[in-house]
């Protein structure tokens, strides 16, 4: 499976963006779908993440209220639409897939990861 993330770009802060992550085909191993982001001189940190399926959805606290995912099971597209931006929201941006199991929050236990779209929001 490969992942393909866009919909980066330079933003005002305070405006919206939404980013795309198209996977190659839907399989048991990317079933659940992350986003995270990786700061300029810090750890990438989960985001938010979701199962192809309505069965589960889950968002970081400190993005939850102005950030949510979506897919579109139809294109095989995960979305994350992130409102409110301010210039702390300033990262590469990254989706990945694994299985479903615990820790969906852990970077570590995402093994297919597609190349970041950077985000970069103005003050």
């Known amino acids: 499976v490969q992942l393909q993330a866009s919909g980066g770009g330079l933003v005002q802060a305070g405006d919206s963006l939404r980013l795309s992550c198209a996977a190659s085909?839907?399989?048991?191993?990317?079933?659940?779908m992350g986003w995270f982001r990786q700061a300029p001189g810090k750890e990438r940190e989960f985001v938010a993440a979701?199962?192809?399926?309505?069965?589960?959805?889950f968002v970081a606290d400190f993005v939850r209220g102005r950030f949510t995912i979506s897919r579109d099971n139809a294109k095989n597209i995960v979305f994350l639409h992130m409102n409110s931006l301010s210039p702390e929201d300033t990262a590469v941006y990254y989706c990945?897939?694994?299985?479903?199991?615990?820790?969906?929050?852990?970077?570590?236990?995402?093994?297919?990861w597609g190349r970041g779209t950077l985000v970069t929001v103005s003050s």
């Open positions: 990945a897939g694994r299985p479903v199991g615990p820790d969906s929050t852990s970077v570590a236990t995402y093994k297919t």
């Open positions: 085909e839907r399989s048991a191993s990317v079933e659940v």
């Open positions: 979701r199962t192809w399926s309505d069965g589960w959805i």
